[in-house]
Structures are given as C-alpha cells and as structure tokens.
C-alpha cells in the first residue's frame, strides 16, 4: 500500500488522531476572554443563527459593558425580557434590527420596557419581516449587493426602510422588491457541538440557518453545549453547519440558550437538550413591568453573577435536571387529558373565536385544496391546531409549518407555545426561515393557506400588529407576518372584535390585505366582497336568549368600520362539546382560550 506521509499527516488531523485532536486548543477559550478580545464598543451584532440564543454569551456581553455606552447594534429575529431588554436596561444599544419585539414565550404580548424605549425615543428601532432579515444576511454571505423578495411591498414598514427598494424586473415587467446586503460586524451564535477550531453542529431547525455567520464581517463567536474532537464531530458531520473559518472563538457553554430552551437534535448520548425554563421567563416577563424591578431582577441574575457557572449554579443542579426531563414525550404531564366531569363550562369569547376560526380553515383547505397551513402565533395557531386534527378524522392529514423551519409537525397536546419543543420530533422535516418562508409559503404557488392575528384589521384585510404612531406605541411587530401575507395564497384573520381594533382604517399597515380573504372574530366570519375589496358580515355565532336582531347589533356596536351584510347571512351554531373538549386539551393552562 502506497503511503504519502503528507496525505497521512493530514488523513489523521482530519481523524483527531494527531496534532490538533481532543477537546482543546485550537479557538477554545472562555466566554470573557472571547468578549474582551472580540466584541468592541460601535459593533453591529447578529444574534442567534440556530436554535437557541447565546444567552450566556449575551449576559457576558452586558457584564462587561455595562456602564460603558458602547453604542452597539442589536440584530436578531426577536428581542425580549430576556435577550435584548438586559442591552436596553444598560444603555448598551444604540439600534435595534428585528422582526419581533415582545415577549413570545409561552404567550405572546408588548413588552412594557422595550415600549418605553421606543415612546422615548432613545433607541433606534427598524423593523423587518423574518424573510427579508434572513435574505439581507444570506445577500451579505453571498456577497450580493441585494435580495430580491416578495415582502414588504404595500406595507408601511417598507416606507420606513431605507435599505429597501422596489424596481421593474427586467424579465417579467413587474414589480419587485430589494432587500439591501446585511452585513453585521460579528456573529454570536449558539450550537449543540464544536471541535476546537470551531467547526460547529447547529440543533434543529435552523431558524437563520448560517447566513449572520457567513455575513459578518469579523466572524462569528460560537458558544456550545460541548466542546469535542475532531474525531468525534466527524460522526455527525452531516449536522456541521459553520467551517472553522467563519469562527473566530469556541466556548463550552452547557446551558448556554437559558432561560430559553434547547432540542436534543442530534441526539448524543451524555448531552440531551433542555425544555424552556417556563417559570424563570414568567419571573423575567413580571419584573418587566417597572425598570426598578427590572434592574432588581439583573442585579440577582446577571450582574451579580460573575459568570456563567455561578448562574448555574445559582439555578441549581435539581432544576437543570428537571429541564433536561421535560424534552421526553412521556415526562410530559397528562393530568389534563382526563375525562371533564359533570357539565362542561361553557366557552369563553376566545374559544368561540377559535372554533369559529378552526371551521373556517377546515373549509378553506378542502375547498381551495391547500397543500400546508402557516399560523401565526396566538389565537390562529390554536385554530389551526384544532382544524389539523379535525381534518386528519376526515382522512385529510394537511401539514403544519412553523417559520422557524418545522413541516409537517404534530401539536401534540401539553404546551400551547406555537413553537413548542416538544413538537419537534415530529416534523417530517427540517429546515429553517428562508425555506419556509421563502419557499414553502411563497415559492409554491396557490398552495399554502396562511393565518394570521391582527392587533388591528381595517375594512381591507390590512393588519396592524406593528405601532400606533400618534400615541408613539410599539406593539409586537411582524415576525412572519407580513411574509405570510405577502406569500400565501390565501390569509385568514383571526382578531377578536373590539371598536379600536376593527378600525376603518389602520394607521400603520404591518401586512397588507390583498390576499386576505376572511377575518373571523368572536361573534362571526366577516368575508371580503371581490368586487368592491370590503369585508363584509357573512356569518353570526348563534348565542342562546339573542334573536338574530340583537346580535347584529352587538356585532355593529363592536366594529370600527360601517358593517356591511353579505347578501345570504349564515347563522353559525356554537362550538360543540367535543370542539372544546379538544381545543382545552391543547391549550391547559388556557394562555389563548381564557
């Protein structure tokens, strides 16, 4: 057998087997010497690329810059009590770039301290979809000028972008949109292994996939449950994700996505993921409503823990282990799958929304023959739960996506979280943003029927989920929303109905309504005349000691704009027992059906 001592000398670095091997040297460091080197007053930041924010490297970042006003740029999908408010809290942000901000988890709602910092002005802030951010950072690992999309057009968030653009397409003739290259100054991603030079294996699904890492300009810094050989990486070299040469930094970090949680995909033996701390983000979420509380709460958690070991410590060996345990389907507890007794309680606003809303689905995806559902999260993702297995009796199993890169997923009954972990194993694929988004919800033609909520809808089918500018109010923003409605072929709402939420005309158009066909709320099904582009009253919930007549004028009573009545008026009966039966099951602790 032939032998080439330098072809063997590098067979074997690739093995582990020589120079370099083991779970040290190389990039491994440790996560203050990887900020104090790395991360520099002025930066741009991308946070996350995979499942999971580096949080420990965050609050590491806020421990040492705390005090300092280094005037950093905050990019991430999502900005919350736990990831971005600590920045906000210390002054450590002069922009913000993201999809989302609110809190998210278990429930979503506005977030009282990033709410303040809009009304003030301090801080910055610029909106996009989750599709196009993702576009901008894959633009800016390809070393394309710009992105072209389907997004944003039609919306008010495209008028306040300066990196956006609308121009002919050459090819076609029509309109199309630009998304300008991102690329941000360093990448702080946090993965499930590495080898010491930093070739990392992210969880799934990939959410941003790797596009931040590839784009920044300094690299990444990568933190990650374990650090280990090049040897054993190779066994899960199909998972690797980012080289070596995006990295800049390793570091061990187990438990490095707390308080958020952490999917055990793929599996190793002796490093399993960890469940979302569900009662740590509620103390977080709480402490929000005051910046003295707040800053109690970072002065016990995070600035007065010197690192990250005595955080963990401080949570506890015991409780780490309960996280560990609730990723197990069958650790989960079943308690609330036991028969009700005596008379079942009748259904509250929300959960008559909701039924109405998982009928309406249930018809659209038969009659229009869509191929996968999108819901946003809250009330539309209940429905489209409750209208998933209402279709699967009917033999017509249609698939559930989820933007952050889940197709074709079961919501198993236990947490009513959109993006609930313990669903994951059940996808029949992973993938991440731009797929699903891009590709699944808007490159497939008339085939994805989207659901969507609304803060606000207006006569059109326009959403507001996004700010009311008069009174400098910030609510959540897009997520995928606008994409959604960009994208699929159709779009239901799901709002409940109120004067100031079903407006005439929405003061801040978050995602346009051309594709929006319905909008369900508690008292009915409001469908949009194709001739004239108006929603109009097709459908009222039957409601036990109300004639027809008294109903109707609740119903216009609640509603913002002139109600107008579909010429054949539906009356609708109310949800069944078994409807909420189910809908109770997937929703225990009644965060969307109270």
């Given at each position: 057998?032939?032998?080439?001592?330098?072809?063997?000398?590098?067979?074997?670095?690739?093995?582990?087997?020589?120079?370099?091997?083991?779970?040290?040297?190389?990039?491994?460091?440790?996560?203050?010497?990887?900020?104090?080197?790395?991360?520099?007053?002025?930066?741009?930041?991308?946070?996350?690329?995979?499942?999971?924010?580096?949080?420990?490297?965050?609050?590491?970042?806020?421990?040492?810059?705390?005090?300092?006003?280094?005037?950093?740029?905050?990019?991430?999908?999502?900005?919350?009590?736990?990831?971005?408010?600590?920045?906000?809290?210390?002054?450590?942000?002069?922009?913000?770039?993201?999809?989302?901000?609110?809190?998210?988890?278990?429930?979503?709602?506005?977030?009282?301290?990033?709410?303040?910092?809009?009304?003030?002005?301090?801080?910055?802030?610029?909106?996009?979809?989750?599709?196009?951010?993702?576009?901008?950072?894959?633009?800016?690992?390809?070393?394309?000028?710009?992105?072209?999309?389907?997004?944003?057009?039609?919306?008010?968030?495209?008028?306040?972008?300066?990196?956006?653009?609308?121009?002919?397409?050459?090819?076609?003739?029509?309109?199309?949109?630009?998304?300008?290259?991102?690329?941000?100054?360093?990448?702080?991603?946090?993965?499930?292994?590495?080898?010491?030079?930093?070739?990392?294996?992210?969880?799934?699904?990939?959410?941003?996939?790797?596009?931040?890492?590839?784009?920044?300009?300094?690299?990444?810094?990568?933190?990650?449950?374990?650090?280990?050989?090049?040897?054993?990486?190779?066994?899960?070299?199909?998972?690797?994700?980012?080289?070596?040469?995006?990295?800049?930094?390793?570091?061990?970090?187990?438990?490095?996505?707390?308080?958020?949680?952490?999917?055990?995909?793929?599996?190793?033996?002796?490093?399993?993921?960890?469940?979302?701390?569900?009662?740590?983000?509620?103390?977080?979420?709480?402490?929000?409503?005051?910046?003295?509380?707040?800053?109690?709460?970072?002065?016990?958690?995070?600035?007065?823990?010197?690192?990250?070991?005595?955080?963990?410590?401080?949570?506890?060996?015991?409780?780490?282990?309960?996280?560990?345990?609730?990723?197990?389907?069958?650790?989960?507890?079943?308690?609330?799958?036991?028969?009700?007794?005596?008379?079942?309680?009748?259904?509250?606003?929300?959960?008559?929304?909701?039924?109405?809303?998982?009928?309406?689905?249930?018809?659209?995806?038969?009659?229009?023959?869509?191929?996968?559902?999108?819901?946003?999260?809250?009330?539309?993702?209940?429905?489209?739960?409750?209208?998933?297995?209402?279709?699967?009796?009917?033999?017509?199993?249609?698939?559930?996506?989820?933007?952050?890169?889940?197709?074709?997923?079961?919501?198993?009954?236990?947490?009513?979280?959109?993006?609930?972990?313990?669903?994951?194993?059940?996808?029949?694929?992973?993938?991440?943003?731009?797929?699903?988004?891009?590709?699944?919800?808007?490159?497939?033609?008339?085939?994805?029927?989207?659901?969507?909520?609304?803060?606000?809808?207006?006569?059109?089918?326009?959403?507001?989920?996004?700010?009311?500018?008069?009174?400098?109010?910030?609510?959540?923003?897009?997520?995928?929303?606008?994409?959604?409605?960009?994208?699929?072929?159709?779009?239901?709402?799901?709002?409940?109905?109120?004067?100031?939420?079903?407006?005439?005309?929405?003061?801040?158009?978050?995602?346009?309504?051309?594709?929006?066909?319905?909008?369900?709320?508690?008292?009915?099904?409001?469908?949009?005349d194709p001739a004239e582009g108006i929603l109009k009253l097709a459908a009222y919930l039957e409601r036990p000691g109300l004639d027809k007549a008294e109903i109707l004028r609740q119903i216009k009573d609640q509603c913002g704009w002139e109600l107008q009545l579909w010429p054949e008026l539906e009356a609708l009966p109310p949800p069944t027992p078994e409807e909420l039966s189910r809908l109770r099951y997937l929703d225990p602790e009644r965060y969307f059906t109270r």
């Amino acid at each position: 057998m032939l032998h080439l001592p330098w072809v063997d000398a590098a067979l074997e670095r690739h093995a582990g087997t020589g120079v370099g091997s083991g779970a040290t040297g190389g990039k491994a460091t440790t996560l203050a010497e990887a900020v104090r080197e790395l991360v520099r007053p002025g930066y741009s930041l991308q946070i996350g690329s995979g499942l999971g924010y580096p949080m420990a490297l965050l609050y590491e970042i806020v421990r040492q810059f705390w005090g300092r006003d280094p005037a950093f740029t905050f990019i991430a999908y999502g900005g919350s009590c736990t990831n971005l408010v600590p920045f906000l809290a210390g002054g450590l942000v002069k922009k913000v770039l993201a999809s989302y901000l609110g809190d998210s988890y278990p429930f979503p709602a506005p977030n009282p301290l990033i709410q303040k910092a809009f009304a003030e002005g301090r801080v910055e802030f610029e909106e996009w979809s989750m599709l196009t951010l993702t576009q901008r950072l894959a633009a800016g690992a390809m070393g394309l000028p710009f992105f072209p999309t389907r997004s944003l057009g039609g919306s008010s968030l495209a008028e306040n972008l300066r990196d956006f653009t609308r121009i002919q397409d050459p090819f076609s003739g029509e309109e199309i949109g630009l998304v300008k290259a991102l690329r941000p100054d360093l990448s702080l991603v946090h993965g499930w292994l590495a080898d010491p030079e930093g070739n990392t294996v992210l969880g799934l699904p990939l959410v941003g996939n790797v596009y931040g890492a590839l784009a920044a300009r300094q690299g990444a810094i990568v933190t990650v449950e374990k650090v280990v050989s090049a040897a054993e990486l190779a066994y899960f070299r199909e998972h690797v994700r980012i080289p070596a040469e995006a990295v800049r930094a390793v570091i061990e970090v187990p438990f490095g996505a707390h308080p958020s949680g952490h999917h055990h995909f793929p599996l190793r033996g002796d490093a399993w993921g960890y469940a979302e701390d569900r009662p740590f983000i509620m103390e977080v979420r709480r402490a929000c409503r005051s910046a003295e509380s707040y800053r109690s709460w970072l002065e016990e958690w995070v600035l007065g823990c010197p690192d990250h070991w005595s955080y963990l410590a401080k949570l506890g060996r015991e409780r780490l282990l309960a996280l560990k345990g609730k990723l197990s389907l069958d650790a989960w507890p079943l308690h609330f799958l036991e028969e009700e007794k005596g008379e079942i309680p009748p259904p509250t606003a929300a959960e008559q929304m909701i039924v109405l809303a998982a009928r309406e689905i249930e018809r659209a995806a038969v009659e229009r023959g869509c191929n996968s559902i999108l819901a946003g999260v809250g009330a539309s993702h209940m429905a489209s739960w409750l209208a998933y297995y209402s279709l699967l009796q009917q033999g017509r199993q249609v698939p559930l996506m989820a933007e952050i890169g889940l197709y074709g997923f079961i919501p198993l009954p236990g947490d009513s979280f959109v993006f609930a972990l313990r669903n994951f194993p059940t996808a029949t694929l992973y993938s991440d943003v731009l797929h699903i988004l891009g590709c699944f919800v808007s490159g497939r033609g008339e085939s994805c029927l989207g659901v969507l909520g609304a803060a606000q809808v207006d006569c059109r089918g326009n959403i507001n989920s996004s700010q009311v500018p008069a009174a400098r109010l910030y609510l959540v923003g897009s997520g995928g929303g606008n994409d959604v409605a960009s994208g699929a072929a159709e779009v239901i709402v799901v709002a409940e109905q109120a004067p100031h939420r079903y407006v005439e005309e929405v003061p801040f158009i978050t995602s346009p309504g051309d594709r929006v066909t319905t909008v369900v709320s508690q008292h009915g099904i409001f469908r949009k005349d194709p001739a004239e582009g108006i929603l109009k009253l097709a459908a009222y919930l039957e409601r036990p000691g109300l004639d027809k007549a008294e109903i109707l004028r609740q119903i216009k009573d609640q509603c913002g704009w002139e109600l107008q009545l579909w010429p054949e008026l539906e009356a609708l009966p109310p949800p069944t027992p078994e409807e909420l039966s189910r809908l109770r099951y997937l929703d225990p602790e009644r965060y969307f059906t109270r």
